[in-house]
């Protein structure tokens, strides 16, 4: 397990061991210079030593450190912290055992296994040979699936190129290659939504259509950095509907964010500025900015997008740091071309695909990442707010080839 020191936690850990010293030296009559603490007895640099090394170290029961975070499965997990006024629905009781890694996401992924890997496997059903007629099915197959037509077929040619330059001809060993494959162009996008040192407050733009998930993916990223032991200060580019500013307050509220209230009606880019005077002023690590989802037009929207980006850039050089995309996975191909006007009119920098507990086009997911060079940071498996998981790619695959009964279909 990683765990995140700050930098003080070192200063502390060296702070105890001066304290040691102290003690050891005074016991042995060693060369000490330090004369100010000369009337206190020996025994209380001995309890100070104790007390900052357990502080420091992390030790079950007595000081359980945050692990770090964003790492696979363990970041969902995390506790949120006290006195941040996290609503006790959303705390995980201590008594429910946690789901094993994986189960969840394969549960999740149940619809989407059905409706992509499921068809792709019937195809070959009848157990026969594996000759140009299963092949030309295969293609038909999968040009027929939520990956898009250009990726179904770069996916098929991979796929022929691998069996014709091995002997295999059974249809569990096609399996295997199409996995490889999947897995191989999930994988090139698989990259965690990561703090760097030295960014504060970190901006993110989140962005996507109207009931993308945009306001409740927020709400869940904020739980998890605030579960980290971030700060984050949340804001509403979303004016044109008082609800989607209520909506919005109502979920910093219950993960511990700070909000920055905004007017209905009240010009987008302005709240944005504001918002982001609130976090620099009040220090805060991590600024999330939600935004409309619809205008009068698409072009208002995007122009209005562009304006938010171009105040934020204006008031802090390099942000927003991020800019996400909330993409709905129930729309199956519709998100391919969602992707590409935002990230033409934007410069997306990281995609979080939404909903894919309630969709089997989930496949869609192998298109974006075959047609976009763009970071899949995050995927939504549930409306509650520890149904985000960061995109791992091995996971996914594992969920998405797992068999009814358990086993994984086409691992070798
Ligand atoms: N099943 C499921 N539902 C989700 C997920 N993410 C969001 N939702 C639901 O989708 C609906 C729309 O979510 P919002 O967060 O309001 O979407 P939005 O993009 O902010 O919508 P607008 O503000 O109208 O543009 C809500 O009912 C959410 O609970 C998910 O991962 N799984
Ligand atoms: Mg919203």
């Known amino acids: 397990m990683n765990y995140r020191f700050r930098w003080y936690d070192y200063v502390i850990f060296a702070l105890s061991y001066v304290c040691f010293y102290v003690y050891i030296a005074r016991l042995e009559g060693l060369p000490l210079n330090v004369h100010v603490f000369f009337s206190m007895p020996d ?15 992390p030790i079950p029961g007595i000081h359980p450190r945050r692990p770090a975070i964003d790492k696979g499965e363990n970041a969902p997990a995390l506790p949120a912290r006290q006195g941040l006024g996290v609503a006790p629905e959303l705390e995980r009781p201590e008594e429910i055992a946690p789901e094993a890694p994986g189960e969840k996401l394969g549960r999740g992924l149940s619809k989407t296994r059905k409706g992509f890997i499921g068809r792709i496997a019937q195809v070959f059903a009848g157990g026969t040979d594996i000759d140009e007629d299963v092949m030309s099915r295969l ?227 192998v298109g974006i990442a075959d047609e976009f060079d763009i970071p899949i940071h995050y995927i939504g498996i549930g409306e509650g707010m520890d149904d985000l998981e960061a995109f791992d790619a091995d996971a996914f695959v594992d969920a998405l080839f797992l068999e009814d009964n358990g086993h994984e279909a086409g691992n070798a």
Do not use: C
Request: hydrophobic share 45%; aromatic share 6%; no cysteine.
């Open 139 to 365: 293609e038909e197959t999968l040009v027929g699936t939520d990956i898009g037509v250009r990726t179904a077929y770069r996916l098929f040619e991979g796929i022929r190129e691998k069996l014709g330059s091995a002997s295999m001809k059974d249809a569990s060993s096609v399996m295997r290659v199409i996995r490889q494959e999947i897995a191989a162009i999930l994988k090139k996008r698989q990259s965690w939504l990561e703090l760097p040192e030295g960014v504060r407050p970190f901006v993110i733009m989140v962005t996507g259509v109207n009931g993308s998930g945009k306001t409740t993916t927020i709400a869940k990223i904020a739980r998890r950095f605030i579960g980290d032991g971030r700060s984050v200060i949340i804001a509403s580019g979303d004016t044109f509907r008082a609800a989607a500013v209520e909506q919005l307050e109502h979920w910093a509220g219950k993960v511990g964010a700070d909000f920055v209230k905004a007017h209905e009606g009240a010009d987008p880019s302005a709240v944005a500025y504001d918002a982001l005077e609130a976090a620099i002023a009040r220090k805060k690590d991590v600024l999330i900015i939600d935004t409309a989802g619809r205008l009068h037009t698409k072009e208002n929207l995007m122009e209005e997008l562009k304006k938010t980006k171009r105040v934020l850039a204006k008031k802090l050089p390099g942000a927003p740091h991020s800019i996400l995309l909330v993409l709905d996975a129930t729309i199956g191909q519709n998100a391919i071309e969602q992707t590409r006007q935002f990230h033409k009119a934007l410069g997306v920098t990281g995609i979080v695909l939404t909903k894919l507990d309630g969709s089997s086009k989930g496949g869609v997911i």
């Open 43 to 57: 025994w209380i640099f001995l309890l100070v030593a104790i007390i900052l090394n357990v502080w420091v170290l």
